[in-house]
């Protein structure tokens, strides 16, 4: 049973395998296979709901994703959430343009109705990549220490945006940005 969908942000193929060192990195060193083992895909979280109408969203999204552009982006800072599923995170500079991006998903998905929790609204909205989740609460001061060893920023383009059924993660549909034809 699902336990909720998300809107996600992916990258061009080389900033996602910028993402996926991180990911297999903390894999071998047994820190965290989490994201990997949900078959999860690097991503920036857009929107999460734990109830959605698939259908509704395929068309709120596919409209959006066909006024915009590919998003540059530079991942350059590494953190981590409050809470307790203790995930690690790539952060990308909150330029204009990915705040403005979110925002506009955010007035078309609120046009329609939709539903959106605190945690996505513009003003609350913190943008980050995960690389590790479930990290062992002993083991956090080493994963940071392993993160602090990457090439940081590292820089890229988000491409696609698409709604995914988690957990595991299974993609629904994506489009690519700045072109009405599916991904």
């Known amino acids: 049973m699902s336990q909720g969908y998300a809107i996600e942000l992916y990258f061009d193929p080389a900033l996602e395998n910028q993402v996926l060192k991180a990911w297999n990195v903390l894999a071998r060193r047994q820190i965290s296979t989490h994201l990997i083992e949900i078959e999860s895909r690097p991503h920036i979280t857009l929107y999460s709901s734990s109830f959605a109408e698939p259908t509704k969203l395929e068309s709120i999204v596919k409209n959006f994703a066909s006024k915009q552009e590919p998003l540059s982006l530079s991942l350059s800072a590494i953190g981590g959430l409050p809470n307790d599923n203790n995930v690690l995170f790539l ?4 330029s204009l343009s990915l705040l ?5 998903l955010y007035d078309a998905l609120k046009k329609e109705g939709i539903e959106i929790t605190e945690d996505y609204r513009p003003d609350s909205w913190i943008p980050y990549c995960a690389v590790a989740q479930d990290v062992p609460k002993a083991r956090i001061g080493e994963a940071f220490c392993v993160l602090r060893d990457l090439k940081l920023p590292v820089t890229g383009y988000a491409m696609d945006i698409g709604l995914v059924e988690f957990s595991p993660v299974r993609e629904l549909f994506s489009f690519v940005l700045g072109n009405s034809v599916e991904g």
Do not use: E, I, V
């Not at 952060?91 to 909150?94: E, I, K, L, Q, V």
């Open 91 to 94: 952060a990308p500079t909150p």
């Open 100 to 104: 403005q991006f979110h925002s506009q």
